[in-house]
C-alpha cells in the first residue's frame, strides 16, 4: 500500500511488474478485499471493500520470457513487513503495514497469522476480523467437525445446506461404536446419498441429478423406523425439488447408538471405524445452517480442518490414478495461443494431454485427422501435432537434463503457438522448437474432444504413440494465461479432483459387517515389490552366514533428544555469565524440521535467549525485557549432518552461525541493555511442566543429537546435569527406521485392530540375528496373525478360527541370508482364499483349506518386535524380541 492504494509486484528474473489498482482507497479503517494472482507472466489484482459490489480485475504481464517464480524450501513470507535482515528489490517502496489483516491465504491455503516463525515490532490482535459468511463454515478436506447429540432411535430429522465442486465428499456420518447401526450423508460422482443400516441390511438412496455445481442446496432428510425420505433442492429456489424415499430390509427399525457416540461432519478422523457401504471420508466445500433434530450447531466449536466463512476456489489439480483420465469441454487454439500445465509423476510413459479434432469412421481415416498429444514416453516429454486434416504429423522430444522428467518432481510444460512455429518449453530452460509446413497461418486447431491424463479405451487408434494413462499430478493447466476450472469436466474415471498426489489415497479400512481400525504410521498404500514376485520354487536353499551385529556404537558425551516432546536437560550456570554478553557453541545433528536447541529466562520471562530451529534453520532471538532483537541463516541444517553452531549476544547485537557462516549482526531496540535470567540453562527441550510463552510454537523437543556445549568457551558438563528426561546416547552413523535392541517392543494399543478376512502387512527390516518377532495380532481365543524370524526364515501365520496356516519364505539360490544386516522388503497378504508372503521380490503361496472360514475375528494389539510376557500370540511360535531396525511399517485393507 503507497499513499492509500494498493501495487502489486514481482520479478520472475527478467525484470520486475506492478500493477497498481486504480480510484479505491484503502486507508478509510474499513475493511478491504486483495485478491492478487500471477501465472506465468500475466498478473492481476482486484480490491473491494467488503460487502460492496464487486470491482474490475486489472492485468498486466510481466517482461521478458520467464514464467517460473523460483522458490524452495528456505524461502520466507512476510506480512505486514520485511525484516530487516531481507534486502529487498528497488521497486518495492514500503517495509512496513501499519493497520489490520485478516483471512491471508497463499494459493487457496491459510496463513495463519498467528503462528509465525519470527516477529519484529509490536503485533496484536485486531478488535474485530472479517468474515463473508458468518454462518457458513469452509472444509478443505484435510478435517472435519463433531458434535454430540441424543437422537431418539425410531426417528432421524436433519437439515443442511452445502454447496462444492467435488464430486465425492463425506457430509455426516453417524454410528454406533457398539453396533452395525448407523447412517451417512455423502456425495458420490455429485449426486446426494444417504445410506442407513438398522441391524437388519442397509438402505441407500440416491438422487438422479448431480449438485456438485458450486451452489449452495438444501438437504433434507427424514427417517420414521424403516422409512427414509431425503430431499435435496435449491437453497434460493425450493421449487426445484428432487426426492427419494425407500425402506431398510429386514425387521429392525431402531438407530440404537449412545447418546455420546460422535456424529462427524464433513469427514472423519483417519482411525475412526467406517462402514462398508460409504464411499468417501473426506469433503471439500462449504456446509452452513445444520440441524440435526432441530438443533443447530457451530461446526467450529470440536473441528479441524474447518475455518468460518466460505469461499469456493476453483478446481485447479487432478491426480490421475490407473487408467485414469478427464474430458474437457472443447477447445480452440488460434494462430496466437498458449497452453501452459504442471505435472509430477514418478512413472516414465504416460498421456498428459490429448486432443482430436473429430472422430473418424474408420482408423485409417482418423490417421490423418487434427490432434494434439503431450505425453512422456521413458522419462523424456513429447509433443505430437498434426493441424489440419490430411496433414503431416510434426512432433518434438525434450529431455530432462537431470535425466527424466518422471523423478517425482514438479515440471512445468508450456506450448506457444506463433503462425506456423510452435514453441515447446519445459521448466523455462528447455526449449524446442517446430515448424507447422502445409498450413495456412490463419489455421486455427479446434480439438472437439479434449482429454488430460488419458484416454478412454480405443480412442485416437492409430494416432497416439502410447495409451497408457498418466500416472500422478496435473495442475494448473491454462489457455491463454486463464487457468482452467476442472470441475467443468464433462467426463472422468479413474482421478482424485482437487488433490495433487503421486499414489493412490489410502483406501480405508472397512469389514463387511462392521467398521474397522486403520493403522498406517506412514502415508500411501502398501505398494508391491518393484520387480514382479518370483513364486519360490525347488531351489537350493542358501546355507545362512549372519553379518556380524552392527558395530556402530554411540558417540561418547553426545546426547539424543526428542524421545518425548518435553526430553530435554537442565544444567546450572551462574546468571551473571550471561548479563552483559555471552557466547553458546555447540554441535547439533538432525533431520527434524523443528525443535528447541537451548532456552534461558528470568521466572517471569520477560527476558529470556533462545535457539530454535524452524523450517530446517536456526533461528537465534534474545529479549531484554523492553527490548529484543532476532536473527536467522537462510540455509537449513537438518541434513543428518554433525554442525557446529555458535549463538552471541553482546552490546545489544545478536548473531549465529554455523559451519563459520554468521548471520548479520542485529542491534536491540529501547533502552534495557542486559539479560536478567535465572540461573538455568535448558538444553534440548524443556519440562513438562514449564510453558514458554512469547517464544512462538516451537517449544517441543529437538529430535537429534547435541554435544560439545560450551558457555563463554568452557565446556559444559552433560554427564552430570542438575536434571535430565527422555535422553538417551547417540549412535555413530544416523539413518532412518526404528531401533530394537532385543529387549523389548512396540505397540499400537489405543483401539483394537480388527484384521478381518483382509489385510496386507508392509515393512522392511535389517538384522543380524536368525530369530525374531516382527509383528503379531492375537484375540484371547485362536483368531490371529503372525510375523516372526525363526532361524533365519520369515513365517506369516494366520489362523481364522479352525487352525493355524503358514507361508515360509526361506533363502534358496542367489538370495542373500536375511540376518545379512541389509535392509530387506517383506510384503504379506491374507485374503479369504489364503495368504502370500513376498520378501525381496520372491514369493511363497498358501491356499486356504478352510473355506468355511476365512475371517480373523480380533479387536486387540499390534505389536511389533516383540510382546509382553502376559499376553498370549496365538499365531507366533518364539516370544524373541526381535533384534535391528524396521522402517515404513504399513497395515492396511
Not at 473426506?282 to 440435526?292: A, F, P, R
Not at 485427422?369 to 496433414?391: D, I, R, S, T
Not at 476450472?485 to 474415471?493: F, I, K, N, P
Amino acid at each position: 500500500m503507497r499513499r492509500g492504494k494498493v501495487a502489486f509486484l514481482w520479478d520472475l528474473g527478467t525484470g520486475h511488474a506492478k500493477l497498481d489498482y486504480p480510484d479505491i482507497q484503502i486507508d478509510n479503517n474499513k475493511w478491504h478485499r486483495i485478491h492478487a494472482t500471477r501465472f506465468g507472466k500475466q498478473g492481476s489484482l482486484t480490491v473491494q471493500e467488503l460487502k460492496s459490489d464487486e470491482n474490475p480485475i486489472v492485468k498486466t504481464t510481466s517482461p521478458g520470457s520467464a514464467t517460473v517464480l523460483d522458490v524452495n524450501k528456505s524461502t520466507l513470507v512476510f506480512v505486514g513487513g520485511l525484516g530487516g535482515q531481507i534486502k529487498k528489490s528497488a521497486a518495492v517502496k514500503m517495509t512496513q503495514f501499519k493497520g489490520c489483516m485478516g483471512e491471508a491465504s497463499l494459493n487457496g491455503k491459510d496463513i495463519g497469522l498467528w503462528n509465525y516463525v519470527e516477529r519484529e515490532g509490536q503485533c496484536g490482535g485486531c478488535f474485530m476480523s472479517p468474515q463473508a459468511e458468518e454462518t457458513s463454515f469452509h472444509f478443505d478436506g484435510s478435517g472435519y467437525s463433531v458434535v454430540e447429540k441424543p437422537l431418539r432411535s425410531t426417528t432421524t430429522h436433519i437439515v443442511m445446506l452445502f454447496k462444492t465442486f467435488s464430486p465425492n465428499g463425506l457430509l455426516l456420518y453417524l454410528a454406533s461404536n457398539g453396533t452395525r447401526d448407523f447412517l451417512s450423508i455423502e456425495l458420490v460422482e455429485g449426486k446426494v446419498r444417504l445410506t442407513f443400516e438398522l441391524g437388519s441390511g442397509p438402505l441407500t438412496l440416491t438422487t438422479t441429478k448431480a449438485y456438485n455445481t458450486g451452489n449452495w442446496y438444501k438437504i433434507a432428510l427424514q427417517r420414521n423406523k424403516r422409512k427414509g425420505y431425503l430431499s435435496v433442492m435449491a437453497a434460493y429456489a425450493p421449487s426445484e425439488r428432487e426426492t427419494v424415499e425407500g425402506e431398510s430390509p429386514g425387521t429392525a427399525s431402531d438407530l440404537n447408538r449412545s447418546d455420546r457416540d460422535p456424529i462427524y461432519i464433513g469427514g472423519l478422523p483417519s482411525s475412526r471405524p467406517i462402514r462398508r457401504q460409504v464411499i468417501a471420508r473426506s469433503y471439500v466445500g462449504c456446509i452452513k445452517n445444520m440441524e440435526i433434530a432441530r438443533t443447530n450447531f457451530d461446526l467450529l466449536r470440536d473441528a479441524y480442518g474447518v475455518r468460518k466463512g466460505c469461499v469456493l476456489q476453483p478446481i485447479r489439480s487432478v491426480t490421475i490414478l490407473n487408467d485414469g483420465f478427464l474430458e474437457l469441454p472443447p477447445l480452440t487454439l488460434g494462430p496466437q495461443s498458449e497452453l501452459m500445465a504442471t505435472f509430477t509423476t514418478r512413472n516414465d510413459t504416460g498421456i498428459i494431454l490429448a486432443g482430436f479434432n473429430k472422430s473418424g469412421s474408420r482408423k485409417r481415416r482418423q490417421t490423418r485427422l487434427p490432434f494434439l498429444a503431450v505425453m512422456l514416453v521413458k522419462g523424456q516429454l513429447e509433443v505430437h501435432l498434426n493441424a489440419a486434416e490430411g496433414g503431416s504429423v510434426h512432433s518434438v522430444v525434450v529431455s530432462s537434463s537431470t535425466g527424466t522428467f518422471s523423478d517425482g518432481k514438479a515440471h512445468s510444460v508450456i506450448l506457444q503457438r506463433n503462425k506456423r512455429a510452435v514453441m515447446v518449453l519445459v521448466d523455462e530452460d528447455l526449449q524446442r522448437t517446430m515448424r507447422l509446413s502445409s498450413v495456412s497461418e490463419k489455421t486455427s486447431l479446434t480439438l472437439a474432444r479434449l482429454y488430460m491424463g488419458g484416454v478412454p479405451q480405443g480412442e485416437g487408434a492409430g494416432l497416439l504413440k502410447t495409451t497408457v494413462s498418466f500416472y500422478g499430478c496435473i495442475k494448473d493447466m491454462a489457455v491463454n494465461a486463464e487457468l482452467l476450472d476442472l470441475s467443468s469436466a464433462l467426463r472422468y474415471q479413474g482421478v482424485d479432483i482437487d488433490s495433487c498426489l503421486l499414489e493412490e489415497r489410502p483406501k480405508h479400512v472397512v469389514l463387511p459387517d462392521e467398521g474397522d481400525l486403520e493403522l498406517e504410521p506412514t502415508p500411501g498404500p502398501v505398494q508391491p515389490p518393484a520387480v514382479a514376485p518370483t513364486e519360490l520354487s525347488a531351489l537350493p536353499p542358501v546355507p545362512v552366514t549372519c553379518a556380524m551385529a552392527d558395530q556402530t556404537g554411540s558417540i561418547p558425551k553426545a546426547h539424543q533428544f526428542g524421545l518425548s516432546r518435553h526430553s530435554h536437560m537442565t544444567v546450572n550456570i551462574s546468571h551473571q555469565a550471561v548479563r552483559k554478553s555471552f557466547s553458546i557453541q555447540l554441535s547439533v545433528r538432525t533431520f527434524a524440521s523443528s525443535g528447541l536447541l537451548f532456552y534461558m529466562a528470568n521466572p517471569n520471562q520477560m527476558d529470556y535467549a533462545t535457539l530454535q530451529l524452524h523450517s530446517g534453520r536456526l533461528f537465534f532471538t534474545c529479549d531484554l525485557g523492553k527490548s529484543s532483537a532476532k536473527t536467522s541463516l537462510p540455509d537449513p541444517i537438518n541434513d543428518g549432518q554433525w554442525h557446529a553452531v555458535k549463538a552471541d549476544f553482546g552490546k545489544k547485537s545478536v548473531t549465529v552461525s554455523v559451519d563459520g557462516q554468521e548471520s548479520a549482526a542485529v542491534q536491540a531496540r529501547g533502552k534495557a541493555s542486559t539479560l536478567d535470567v535465572e540461573g538455568k540453562l535448558y538444553l534440548g527441550g524443556l519440562p513438562s511442566k514449564y510453558t514458554a510463552k512469547n517464544i512462538g510454537n516451537v517449544t517441543h523437543s529437538l529430535a537429534g543429537c547435541i554435544r560439545d556445549v560450551m558457555l563463554n568457551k568452557a565446556l559444559l558438563d552433560l554427564e552430570s546435569p542438575a536434571s535430565a528426561h527422555a535422553t538417551s546416547h547417540c549412535f555413530t552413523v544416523a539413518q532412518e527406521g526404528t531401533y530394537f535392541d532385543g529387549s523389548g517392543y512396540a505397540a499400537f494399543v489405543k483401539e483394537g485392530y480388527k484384521v478381518g478376512s483382509d489385510v496386507a502387512v508392509g515393512l522392511e527390516f535389517r538384522t543380524t540375528e536368525q530369530n525374531g518377532v516382527l509383528l503379531g495380532v492375537s484375540s484371547a481365543k485362536v483368531d490371529a496373525i503372525g510375523l516372526e524370524l525363526v532361524n533365519g526364515q520369515v513365517i506369516f501365520h494366520v489362523n481364522n478360527g479352525a487352525g493355524r496356516i503358514s507361508a515360509t519364505y526361506m533363502p534358496r539360490g542367489n538370495a542373500p541370508p536375511l540376518c545379512d544386516g541389509r535392509w530387506h522388503v517383506l510384503l504379506a497378504n491374507k485374503n479369504k482364499y489364503g495368504l502370500s508372503l513376498t520378501v525381496d521380490g520372491i514369493m511363497v503361496h498358501t491356499d486356504n483349506p478352510h473355506s468355511q472360514s476365512t475371517s480373523a475375528d480380533t479387536n486387540d494389539p499390534v505389536y511389533v518386535g516383540g510382546y509382553p510376557g502376559e499376553v498370549k500370540q496365538n499365531c507366533l511360535t518364539i516370544s524373541t524380541p526381535f533384534r535391528g531396525c524396521m522402517r515404513k511399517l504399513r497395515l492396511i485393507k
